[in-house]
């Protein structure tokens, strides 16, 4: 039997082993008691579930459609219209402050699943301003804002099945701003834009008589995503939870610190950030993959994706012409229409490919901003 071991620090540490045939799956993971052994179990599961399915290939944003179940305590879960068929809870127990949990999995993924089918689309992120920053005066978390940003930037980076991300652009966009979308996309080489605001941090005291008091801290952030060419939104949500805060009151706390992203409070945003990259995937991941034609030599056309997007060499691609116009309304209209022209990727880069124009003598009709979608190899 071939076993694959597996280490991912920032989460968990687990170990992957392909049982009796392709669809099973062990896995172990744990996670930290902070708050209670109900929650420190659920979160393992959770944690355990993710792995096991990024490692089948399966589409990480079923898993939002199974969390709600872990809430109850069962040895096997059962699952339908998922990849996940059946969960097993082999063994489960506290050790060392930890709730680790060893599942055995039945997951069935799907061939034509949209990360599968279809190129990774660029995300370009903004910066989350504080809406209150005086509630940022418990630690001195002024900076809470650039921070969180960048963990959801990272967890992009690291995670995503459809998404490759544009890092972090310091301007303010909004949805009353679509040509600042569009300009921003453009020179970020982005499909979507993603935004957001923390708009709680306030603080309250938990005060049951006995000890000392415990202070909780909210975190409530809005994220919603543009479409780069309309400045249209098309994923909003809201997001709230809440931790112990266990620094003292008058404390400055670092947020870019181990100490602070491993307490309570740290470990509830991180996994704030994990299930808006998880609620984007089940939103997005099907929406149609644009890459474009940006040059054009002879018969070579260059496209804005590349090996980070999943480009191969060899790749058939088919060809979508665009034109635009004004309907009686005066809005105007984006219509596409696809060609009879295909184009083979010859060469590969980075983030960008060179394909080849068949038939030839057709290149004259292709303009610079037509599309190209990945077809059936």
Not at 228 to 242: H, K, L, P, T, W
Not at 294 to 300: F, G, R, T
Not at 339 to 347: E, M, N, P
Request: proline content about 3%.
């Amino acid at each position: 039997m071939k076993t694959l071991l597996a280490r991912l620090t920032l989460v968990v540490s687990f170990v992957v082993t392909p049982f009796t045939h392709a669809a099973w799956y062990e896995v172990s993971a744990s996670s930290p008691i902070l708050e209670s052994q109900q929650a420190a179990r659920v979160r393992a599961l959770e944690a355990a579930t993710f792995d096991a399915i990024r490692f089948a290939g399966a589409d990480v944003g079923s898993l939002q459609q199974l969390k709600r179940f872990y809430t109850q305590v069962k040895p096997d879960y059962l699952f339908s219209g998922n990849a996940v068929r059946e969960v097993q809870v082999l063994e489960e127990g506290t050790q060392g402050g930890n709730y680790v949990v060893n599942l055995r999995l039945d997951i069935y993924p799907s061939a034509n699943a949209c990360h599968k089918t279809q190129y990774k689309k660029g995300i370009v992120l903004t910066r989350f301003p504080i809406m209150s920053p005086q509630q940022a005066a418990l630690g001195g978390i002024y900076q809470f804002g650039d921070d969180f940003s960048v963990l959801l930037s990272r967890e992009v980076k690291q995670h995503a099945q459809s998404f490759v991300g544009r890092g972090i652009a310091n301007v303010d966009v909004s949805p009353n701003m679509p040509n600042a979308i569009t300009m921003l996309a453009e020179d970020k080489d982005a499909q979507f834009v993603v935004t957001g605001a923390i708009t709680d941090l306030s603080a309250t005291t938990d005060d049951s008589g006995f000890g000392k008091a415990k202070n909780n801290r909210q975190l409530a952030v809005n994220v919603q995503a543009m479409d780069s060419e309309s400045g249209e939104v098309i994923f909003q949500r809201r997001y709230r939870d809440i931790a112990q805060w266990p620094f003292e009151r008058h404390s400055q706390v670092d947020t870019q610190t181990a100490r602070f992203w491993q307490s309570p409070y740290g470990q509830m945003a991180r996994r704030m950030s994990r299930n808006i990259l998880l609620d984007l995937e089940s939103s997005l991941a099907c929406r149609a993959s644009k890459p474009k034609i940006v040059s054009l030599k002879d018969n070579i056309a260059q496209i804005n994706v590349g090996r980070v997007n999943g480009v191969q060499q060899g790749d058939q691609l088919n060809l979508w012409h665009v034109a635009s116009f004004t309907d009686d309304l005066g809005i105007v209209r984006t219509q596409r229409r696809k060609s009879g022209i295909t184009l083979t990727v010859a060469r590969v880069y980075e983030s960008s490919a060179e394909a080849v124009i068949q038939p030839q003598t057709l290149t004259g009709s292709i303009q610079i901003g037509d599309i190209v979608t990945k077809g059936l190899n």
